[in-house]
């Protein structure tokens, strides 16, 4: 079992910036995968970065211009630096990860991940 919570999210106007946080804990040993999704009503959860557990990073489009993904395995925790925000950036955002281990590429909808925390809001004003 992994739990995950998620922290960091608000409201900022556009142009701004926010650093999202996921607390990791529970059996931890087997997560290759870690991810941030987002999701706003109506629409699927969609993916915005991942990172493996050697640090390899991969990003949704050109997210990667303005969002960074990383993490503290001593401190068990996922981050994910938002930039230049923007209007249609506003979502809910979740992490994400693959406690079995079973992903290969990290970079996969969000039905193959297994854990997942309750979400934070982002909410960007123009």
């Known amino acids: 079992q992994v739990q995950l919570v998620e922290s960091g999210g608000g409201s900022v106007q556009a142009g701004g910036s926010l650093r999202l946080s996921c607390a990791v804990s529970?059996?931890?040993?087997?997560?290759?995968?870690k991810a941030w999704f987002r999701q706003v009503p109506g629409k699927e959860r969609e993916r915005v970065a991942t990172?493996?557990?050697?640090?390899?990073?991969s990003y949704a489009g050109s997210l990667k211009e303005r969002f960074t993904i990383s993490q503290d395995n001593a401190k068990n925790s996922l981050y994910l630096q938002m930039d230049s925000l923007r209007p249609e950036d506003t979502a809910t955002y979740y992490c994400?990860?693959?406690?079995?281990?079973?992903?290969?590429?990290?970079?996969?909808?969000?039905?193959?991940?297994?854990?997942w925390g309750q979400g934070t809001q982002v909410t960007v004003s123009s």
């Open positions: 994400a990860a693959d406690p079995s281990g079973s992903l290969v590429a990290c970079a996969a909808p969000a039905t193959w991940y297994t854990s």
């Open positions: 529970g059996y931890t040993s087997n997560t290759y995968c």
């Open positions: 990172i493996n557990k050697n640090g390899l990073t």
